[in-house]
């Protein structure tokens, strides 16, 4: 995110306008979300883009104290905390950058990861910025990469995850519905924010597959937001931001802890 968050995406808008163990390991206690590490992992949406009181260190990685890891960190005192994620994180990013804290005493990892692969910043760029019908084209296309390439590549993610954190609780979190449909709302047609929604829950929908088949959790979140998206009139998600491009389209910072953070703790 900052390096565009679901990615590229500040970027983007603005060229466009002017997302085998020995029998005494097995045997061993395993830890527990409560008793072991925590490690965060994923794109934007789990470093915290959009919610401010960002971690100056974590640098374009855009970490934020409001993001929901750091918040289940706070309220539950792991044994130690791990805050990886990182604002326009792909599946290959996590392979090669974020897996380094995991470990056979990591108790809980959580991950938001997906959006950016299927470029979701190039789909909001797109229809801000076009057609109905140049809109609806640029998702299909989206779908189509989720159909075809996603799958492998979570796999690639959740399996990396399984043999270093073998004892891990992992907990994969979706993405929500960006707009209410039905109210009246300065932007986008309906015919576009009901296909940007219809492409959230294809790629929700794929996620929660992979995930389950690798006997991970899902967290949907798609439940704590409903009434809360844009054009809600209480809205969690930033719209597009000209003051802050890179935070459109991301949760707020009560998106954080009213729709993100619940689903890990009940999930965890």
């Not at 470093?47 to 706070?74: E, F, H, M, Q």
């Not at 044994?79 to 108790?107: E, K, P």
């Not at 949907?220 to 931001?241: A, K, M, Q, Y």
Request: glycine fraction near 10%.
């Amino acid at each position: 995110m900052r390096r565009s968050r679901l990615t590229g995406f500040g970027t983007s808008l603005l060229l466009a306008t002017g997302l085998g163990l020995t029998g005494a390991a097995t045997a061993q206690a395993s830890p527990t979300a409560a008793t072991g590490g925590y490690v965060a992992l994923g794109d934007s949406y789990s470093s915290g883009v959009g919610s401010g009181s960002y971690i100056s260190s974590s640098g374009s990685c855009d970490r934020s104290t409001k993001a929901y890891p750091y918040l289940w960190n706070a309220a539950h005192s792991p044994s130690s905390f791990a805050f990886n994620a990182c604002s326009g994180a792909r599946t290959d990013d996590v392979l090669a950058n974020q897996l380094g804290s995991l470990s056979s005493s990591t108790g809980l990892v959580s991950i938001t990861i997906g959006g950016n692969d299927a470029g979701f910043s190039d789909v909001m760029t797109t229809c801000v910025t076009s057609s109905d019908s140049t809109c609806l084209a640029k998702i299909d296309t989206a779908r189509a990469y989720v159909d075809s390439t996603l799958p492998g590549k979570l796999d690639a993610v959740y399996n990396a995850i399984s043999a270093k954190a073998p004892y891990a609780r992992v907990v994969v979190i979706g993405y929500p519905r960006f707009y209410k449909i039905g109210q009246t709302c300065i932007g986008l047609s309906d015919t576009k924010r009901s296909a940007i929604n219809s492409a959230a829950d294809y790629l929700d929908s794929a996620i929660q597959k992979r995930a389950l088949d690798h006997n991970f959790v899902f967290g949907d979140v798609r439940t704590p937001f409903t009434g809360h998206e844009i054009c809600s009139g209480d809205s969690w998600l930033h719209s597009l931001n000209w003051l802050d491009i890179g935070e459109s389209y991301h949760p707020t910072a009560t998106g954080q802890s009213g729709g993100y953070l619940p689903v890990l703790t009940s999930a965890a």
